[in-house]
């Protein structure tokens, strides 16, 4: 299997633009987590899917940032407009289902965000 | 609310020593715990997991953890460090019904030749 793909690995855009995050899970699994890293505030869930369904958005920072999963295969973080605050790395990782194993969290190799 | 500690921000071991990284828990209920690795630049990799049973458990790269629910810890050991161990470790717990993974603040570990 190839792992949790994220795409892209790098993005330096600019202030006010618009940033599309993408990810693929694994294939087989039915939870899709985002996560955000930062020097300051360390690793932060963003919002988790269960089933293609938005379970927990209570770690989206502001109305700026939006999450979906229109299938099983694809999810996307979208940031609009882009702040120099929203730099960081972002990380999305895949659980399969099932209690026990399915708390198992797979990750990416995440995207480096940057925004001048 | 679960919560996870990790009380050491850096440590720095020579290669070839031991090694414990600590981790303290908040939970009401038996937790499931996990340590996961991350190497620069790279995601998060999963070292070990537990769930229940036998309260020491191996994962991969020569590391163990011990659960201690008297302690609510959950540390990390590894008896002789390699220069390939220098990365940041997370601890996190996790609740049974759910997948929702609560993270430490993360050890950086540095390995001096």
Not at chain 1, 8 to 14: A, G, I, K, Q
Request: proline share 6%.
């Amino acid at each position: 299997d190839a792992g949790v793909i994220q795409s892209p690995r790098h993005e330096v855009t600019e202030m006010g633009q618009e940033v599309t995050l993408r990810c693929k899970p694994i294939s087989g699994h039915n939870s899709l987590f985002w996560y955000r890293q930062t020097m300051m505030r360390g690793l932060e869930l963003l919002i988790y899917f269960n089933n293609n369904v938005p379970i927990d958005d209570s770690g989206m920072p502001e109305d700026r940032f939006s999450a979906k999963m229109p299938n099983a295969s694809f999810s996307t973080l979208k940031i609009q407009p882009s702040e120099p605050r929203d730099s960081a790395v972002y990380f999305c990782a895949s659980s399969p289902p099932g209690q026990g194993w399915g708390n198992i969290q797979y990750f990416g190799a995440g995207t480096r965000l940057s925004v001048l | 609310a679960q919560s996870v500690t990790q009380p050491d921000i850096h440590i720095t071991v020579s290669e070839g020593a031991s090694l414990e990284l600590r981790c303290n828990y908040s939970y009401g209920a038996t937790p499931y715990l996990f340590w996961y690795v991350q190497s620069p630049g790279q995601g998060l990799q999963l070292l070990l997991k537990y769930f229940s049973g036998d309260t020491l458990v191996q994962g991969i790269k020569g590391f163990e953890a011990e659960f201690k629910r008297s302690q609510s810890s959950f540390n990390l050991r590894k008896p002789s460090v390699h220069w390939s161990d220098a990365a940041e470790y997370f601890c996190a717990v996790s609740s049974g019904g759910g997948n929702k993974l609560t993270f430490g603040t993360g050890t950086q570990l540095k390995v001096e030749l």
